[in-house]
């Protein structure tokens, strides 16, 4: 079993829908919850941070954490075509730099 | 402000040489990260290092793997003897101070063995 756990997709939704994406993991002691977008041959762009659990919000997108279930969510809204990308989750615990990531969701937002 | 800076962006090589990939951290920040991303699978930790020290290799292979940050110039990670199954995209990342600050990704190597 992997650590992360995250639906590769693809996700294809029409522009204007909500898009939430997910991960589970499996490891209690990860604290530090980011969210990464990854366009097509480049590198991943952070786009949400969270220490533990919660909820955080930044503009269109809101990122939630609930650690007694081991999962976490980004959500989209308002989602555009330039959303289309490949949104990776990554984790690590307390006092580690080794961000332990899924395999990434591939979203199209359909014009 | 220029962000995490690589190169090449693309690298090809014959079975038995050498890869050589250079990585520039953003201004400021004197940690840095290697990560591979194969094929379908998620980036995986490879080595961590700061200014002329190698702080943890634990993800990278023991054999013909090194990597090192010297007081002047680039992170260099370097595959002696390139074998097709290390055909990846090789990430580098860096941070401001703590090793626990956020990590900033460049734009990665696509490093293809023929």
């Known amino acids: 079993q992997k650590e992360v756990e995250q639906d590769p997709g693809p996700l294809s939704v029409p522009e204007g829908a909500i898009v939430s994406l997910n991960c589970t993991y499996s490891n209690s002691a990860f604290q530090y919850f980011m969210w990464y977008r990854q366009y097509s041959r480049k590198g991943p762009e952070l786009l949400m941070y969270t220490y533990s659990s919660g909820n955080k919000e930044d503009g269109r997108f809101t990122a939630q954490v609930d650690k007694s279930s081991k999962y976490i969510s980004l959500f989209i809204r308002d989602s555009q075509p330039s959303d289309s990308a490949t949104y990776l989750c990554?984790?690590?615990?307390?006092?580690?730099?080794?961000?332990?990531f899924g395999t990434g969701t591939r979203l199209k937002v359909l014009a | 402000n220029a962000g995490v800076m690589q190169n090449p962006r693309h690298l090809v090589r014959r079975r038995g040489q050498e890869a050589r990939l250079r990585c520039s951290p953003m201004?400021?920040?004197?940690?840095v990260y290697w990560y591979r991303q194969l094929p379908e699978e998620g980036l995986k930790f490879m080595v961590y290092l700061q200014k002329e020290n190698i702080i943890d290799e634990s993800g990278m292979p023991k054999e013909r793997f090194s990597a090192e940050f010297p007081k002047e110039g680039p992170s260099i990670l370097r595959i002696q003897q390139v074998v097709r199954g290390d055909s990846a995209a090789y990430f580098c990342a860096s941070s401001p101070r703590a090793a626990q600050e956020t990590q900033y990704f460049g734009p990665g190597t696509r490093l293809l063995v023929l």
């Open positions: 990554a984790m690590s615990d307390s006092g580690t730099y080794k961000y332990i």
């Open positions: 201004k400021g920040h004197s940690h």
